[in-house]
C-alpha cells in the first residue's frame, strides 16, 4: 500500500480499465438516460446469447441496492478529488438516476456496465470499477478473445499485431470497419463513456481500450466462437472474415520489455533515454534501483559530451513520484516544490470493512503523516519530498531536452512532462500526454469489494495538485509543440514516425 517508504506510495495507472466544468445539467440528464439505456439495451441483448459461457449469478434489488450503496458510500467518503471535473449536483443527479434504474436478477456484468457509466463521469483514470477475480479469471484464463492486437489511429482501428500462429487473412496494418455487429465508430464512442481517465483527456482512454481490447469486448457483448470482421484489403477492397476465437490460454504472450530505463546513442550527438516506468525492477533476478541506474545514465552523458537529449516517456504510465522529482532535478539547478499539496478527505468511515487494503490499524497512519488543518475538512500530507524544495542533481544535463509523449505518458509520467513544460526544459513531439497537467487523485489505491457482487472499486484516496504554471487548459494534459502521430504502415514497418521526426528536427535546427 504504501510503497518503500510511507510518503512515496506507488501511483501508476491502474491495469485494468474495467477496471468539470459545470455543465448544463438538462443536456447531461439526456446523455446519462441515454447511456443508461445502451448500458441496459446491450446488456439485454449479449447476455444470453447462446455462446455466452461466463459463469453469471444474478442478484435480486436488495442484493444490488446494498452494493450500489457501497459504491457510492465509499466514493463519497474516500475520493479526494470527486468534484474536481463534475460537480457534487451533477454527480448526485447520475448516482440517483442509476440507483433508479436497478432492477431484479442483473447479472454481475450487467451491473457491472451501469457502474462504469458512472465512475467515467468522475473523470478520475485511478478510479475504475473492475469484475469480481472468478469472472476476471475465466475471461483471462478461460475465455475465448479476439486472436490479434488493435491499433486506434485517427478514428480508425486497424490489426496490428497477430497473436497466434496461425496466418489470418486478415493482415497487420488492414483497416478494420466493423466486429461482429458493432461499427468501429460504435466501440469507440461506448470506450469513451465507459473508460476512467483524467479530465477530459481521451488519448489515454484510447490508449487503454488498445491495451485491453479483447477483455473489454467480452466484458461489454460476451464471449463468441467466431469473430466477423468486416475490413478493408491491401487494394481498398471491403472484405470479410470469419475469425476462430481461441482460448485465452492459446494466445501468444504479449512482447514487453522488462527494463524500466534504458540509455542508447542512436545518432551523432544526439543520446536517447527511454523511460518505461518510475520504479525499481529486476532482471534475471537481479534487482536495479532506479535512481542508482539513472545516476550512471546521466553520467554516461556527461562524459559523452552530448548536446541533444531525446527522453522516451511514450507508454510510461507512472509509479513511484519521488523517481519522477529525481528525474527532473538533472535539468533544473534550483531546488523546486513538486506538489501545491497533497491532500485526503477522512480516516473514518463505515466503508473500511470492504476493504482489506485499509485495515483500523492501518488507518492510524493517516494520523502519523497527515495532519488536518484548523476550519478546513480535509487532511493534509506533511514530511513528503515532493512538498519541500528538492535539490538539483549531479551531473546537469545543459543541451536540448526533446520529450516523445502520447496518450500513455501517465500518472506521474505526466507530473514530470508538467513539470517540463512549466519551467520550459523541453521540446515536445507526439500526443498529448494521457494524465492531466494540473495534477490527479491517486496515491494510496485501495480496492473495495462489494459485498454481493464482488466487484471491485479501485480507489484513490490522495489528490495531488501540482506545483506548475497556467499554460494548459485545465482537464487537459501536456499537449506537444509538435503533435506527431504515427502512420499504421510505419507501426507495421518497425518504423518509430515520433523518433525520426525529432532527429530531423535536431539536425535542421
Known amino acids: 500500500l504504501l510503497g518503500k517508504e510511507t510518503n512515496a506510495p506507488y501511483r501508476g495507472a491502474t491495469e485494468n480499465i474495467m477496471e468539470s466544468v459545470k455543465g448544463n445539467n438538462a443536456i447531461l440528464r439526456c446523455l446519462l438516460t441515454i447511456t443508461l439505456f445502451l448500458s441496459t439495451f446491450i446488456s439485454n441483448a449479449q447476455v444470453d446469447h447462446p455462446s455466452n459461457r461466463l459463469p453469471q449469478k444474478t442478484f435480486n434489488t436488495d442484493q444490488l441496492v446494498k452494493d450500489f450503496e457501497v459504491f457510492r458510500g465509499s466514493l463519497e467518503d474516500f475520493h479526494a478529488g470527486l468534484y474536481w471535473y463534475t460537480s457534487k449536483k451533477e454527480l448526485d443527479q447520475v448516482f440517483n438516476d442509476a440507483r433508479v434504474s436497478l432492477k431484479d436478477s442483473l447479472s454481475e456484468l450487467e451491473f457491472f456496465r451501469k457502474l462504469t457509466f458512472i465512475t467515467s463521469k468522475i473523470r478520475c483514470g485511478h478510479t475504475v470499477i473492475r469484475t469480481s477475480i472468478p469472472t ?11 486472436p490479434f492486437e488493435i491499433k486506434i489511429l485517427n478514428g480508425k482501428m486497424y490489426m496490428l499485431e497477430s497473436r497466434i500462429d496461425e496466418k489470418l487473412p486478415i493482415k497487420p496494418g488492414m483497416e478494420i470497419l466493423k466486429i461482429n455487429e458493432y461499427s468501429v465508430d460504435s466501440l469507440l464512442q461506448l470506450a469513451s463513456s465507459v473508460i476512467s481517465g483524467d479530465g477530459f483527456i481521451e488519448t489515454y482512454k484510447i490508449k487503454r481500450f488498445e491495451r485491453y481490447f479483447s477483455f473489454f469486448y467480452v466484458s461489454r457483448f460476451g464471449p463468441t466462437d467466431i469473430y466477423k470482421i468486416d475490413y478493408l484489403d491491401q487494394q481498398g477492397q471491403k472484405k470479410t472474415v470469419q475469425v476462430k476465437a481461441p482460448l485465452a490460454s492459446q494466445l501468444n504472450p504479449k512482447k514487453s520489455s522488462e527494463r ?16 518505461r516506468q518510475f520504479n525499481d525492477w529486476k532482471e534475471e533476478k537481479k534487482n536495479f534501483r532506479f535512481e542508482k541506474e539513472l545516476k550512471t545514465m546521466f553520467r554516461e552523458i556527461s562524459s559523452s559530451q552530448i548536446d541533444n537529449l531525446i527522453i522516451d516517456m511514450r507508454d510510461n504510465f507512472g509509479g513511484d513520484d519521488n523517481y519522477g522529482l529525481r528525474l527532473f532535478s538533472y535539468f533544473y539547478e534550483n531546488p523546486i516544490v513538486e506538489f501545491k499539496e497533497q491532500t485526503l478527505i477522512t480516516n473514518k468511515s463505515k466503508y473500511f470493512r470492504y476493504t482489506k487494503e485499509l485495515s483500523r490499524t492501518k488507518a492510524l497512519l493517516y494520523h502519523m503523516i497527515f495532519t488536518k488543518k484548523r476550519d478546513e475538512s480535509r487532511f493534509y500530507m506533511r514530511n513528503a519530498k515532493t512538498l519541500k524544495p528538492s535539490r538539483p542533481s549531479f551531473p546537469q544535463f545543459s543541451g536540448s531536452v526533446y520529450i516523445l509523449i502520447n496518450g500513455g505518458t501517465y500518472s506521474t509520467g505526466a507530473d514530470f512532462v508538467s513539470l517540463m513544460k512549466s519551467y520550459q526544459l523541453a521540446t515536445f513531439i507526439g500526443d498529448e500526454a494521457g494524465g492531466a497537467y494540473y495534477g490527479n487523485t491517486s496515491g494510496y489505491l485501495i480496492t473495495v469489494k462489494l459485498p454481493n457482487s464482488k466487484l471491485r472499486l479501485i480507489l484513490p484516496l490522495v489528490n495531488y495538485r501540482t506545483n506548475v504554471e497556467p499554460v494548459e487548459k485545465i482537464g487537459r494534459g501536456v499537449t506537444p509543440d ?28
Open 482 to 509: 509538435f503533435p506527431k502521430t504515427p502512420s499504421i504502415i510505419d507501426l507495421v514497418n518497425g518504423i518509430d514516425t515520433e523518433l525520426e521526426f525529432t532527429r530531423q528536427l535536431i539536425n535542421n535546427k
Open 260 to 275: 524500466n530505463l534504458n540509455l542508447s546513442f542512436p545518432y551523432k550527438n544526439i543520446a536517447l533515454l527511454r523511460i
Open 136 to 146: 476476471r479469471d475465466h475471461i483471462s484464463l478461460e475465455g475465448k478473445l479476439l
